[in-house]
């Protein structure tokens, strides 16, 4: 059976959560510490998963990301559907800051 999300709920779903954060956080932006910038990321083309091989890392940076997407912006480029690939890592990023405030105890 096919799974299919619509486009325009998951827009509101995603627009939903980040004001959630906002609100929950109390910030209207995202901090992110210099040691806590780098990520490790996984080409695109092989995020699928394999029995026979593990995928590639490579090092990510949520600075650059973020940089980038507010060039493109900035410059009044038409965002394309690849930019996606920026904003992946930070919506995780959010994920790990909100994991780490919620659910891991404090010791």
Do not use: C
Not at 43 to 58: G, I
Not at 65 to 80: A, C, I, N, Q, T
């Amino acid at each position: 059976m096919e799974n299919k999300i619509q486009l325009d709920k998951l827009k509101f779903v995603i627009s939903e959560l980040i004001e959630a954060y906002a609100r929950d956080s109390g910030q209207n932006e995202i901090v992110i510490p210099e040691d806590k910038k780098f990520y490790w990321n996984v080409a695109p083309d092989e995020m699928a998963v394999s029995e026979t091989q593990s995928p590639k890392l490579n090092v990510g940076n949520l600075a650059d990301d973020w940089e980038f997407l507010e060039r493109m912006l900035s410059s009044g480029y038409k965002p394309m559907s690849i930019m996606l690939l920026h904003v992946y890592p930070i919506i995780s990023y959010m994920v790990k800051e909100v994991i780490q405030k919620t659910i891991v105890p404090k010791e």
